[in-house]
């Protein structure tokens, strides 16, 4: 069946690296997405990988995708209180329907 | 402004009241969806179209229609709400299912079904 899976809870200091994991099962994936929500707000896309790719840098994020694993992980450098929020990984199958993981509750302390 | 607009964003009702929330898209997108998002399980993919009078069955389809008839709506329909359907909503639109950099999400529509 198709599922993406999350960790609920990451916490780091402000200024190290957060890195967010991702698995999912469906190999007929054309995009894997990663969607930043905030407290009482809607999702907004923060970077998207093509399923032949392996590594996608923008700015402070990093994604890398391991197609043979199904593993997709979100890097932020850096890491700042208003990253604090959570993260939605979510891959779009070639029928159209976007499959989502949980969500990763990242807390950055000062 | 380029948006998605939801109505209504409360809504508290009773078991069995057929009720619709409304979506809206002012961008001539083709592809459009509705989540809902729960605590520890993070956003459901209800329905999703991608064009006029084209709808499938996303992840939680049982006990909700959609229809569209116009490229820039999609109601949500709960024929006989019960509690389990409480939740927030999301409506959701992009350019195609393929470009969903261009999605956007509109502002949520929170639902108590007593």
């Known amino acids: 069946g198709e599922d993406v899976e999350q960790s609920l809870f990451l916490s780091v200091r402000e200024g190290d690296s957060s890195v967010i994991n991702c698995t999912y099962t469906d190999s007929s994936s054309t995009y894997l997405y990663w969607y930043k929500q905030e407290p009482g707000a809607g999702l907004q896309l923060l970077t998207y990988i093509f399923s032949n790719m392996d590594m996608k840098q923008d700015q402070r994020l990093t994604v890398l995708l391991n197609k043979k694993d199904k593993h997709l992980s979100l890097r932020i450098a850096d890491t700042q209180t208003g990253d604090s929020a959570i993260y939605f990984c979510a891959e779009i199958l070639n029928t159209g329907k976007l499959i989502f993981g949980q969500g990763t509750t990242l807390q950055v302390k000062p | ?114």
Request: hydrophobic fraction near 30%; include cysteine; charge should be positive.
């Open chain 2, 1 to 114: 402004e380029a948006q998605v607009t939801q109505n209504p964003r409360y809504l508290i009702t009773v078991t069995g009241k057929k009720l619709t929330v409304t979506c809206s898209q002012n961008m001539n997108h083709e592809y459009m969806s509705w989540y809902r998002q729960d605590p520890g399980l993070g956003l459901r993919q209800i329905y999703y179209s991608m064009n006029v009078e084209v709808t499938d069955k996303g992840d939680v389809p049982e006990g909700y229609k959609v229809s569209r008839k116009e490229k820039r709506n999609f109601p949500l329909i709960l024929e006989s709400p019960s509690p389990n359907q409480t939740s927030l909503y999301f409506c959701a639109s992009s350019l195609s299912a393929g470009a969903l950099e261009t999605q956007y999400f509109g502002p949520g529509t929170r639902l108590l079904v007593l």
